[in-house]
């Protein structure tokens, strides 16, 4: 399983923004059908908000992807 740590300047990201910046979603419109279908997990649980805020320390994972984001 592939792991990667998106750094971001701002004190969250959207789960929809996130999935959008890391590349595990090419639109917006990709990212909000993944979340609403239930196929993203956020720290190891099925998350269907895509308004849902991601702050430093948490994971989003899409398929054999996982993402964490860092806050600089």
């Not at 990201?13 to 979603?25: H, T």
């Not at 090419?26 to 239930?38: F, M, P, R």
Request: glycine share 12%.
């Amino acid at each position: 399983m592939r792991s990667e740590i998106i750094t971001i300047n701002e004190e969250f990201i959207k789960l929809d923004n996130l999935l959008k910046f890391s590349g595990l979603a090419q639109t917006g419109g990709e990212a909000k059908v993944l979340i609403q279908s239930g196929q993203v997990l956020v720290n190891g649980e099925i998350c269907t908000m895509r308004g849902k805020k991601m702050r430093d320390g948490d994971k989003a994972q899409y398929g054999d992807r996982i993402v964490e984001v860092s806050v600089s």
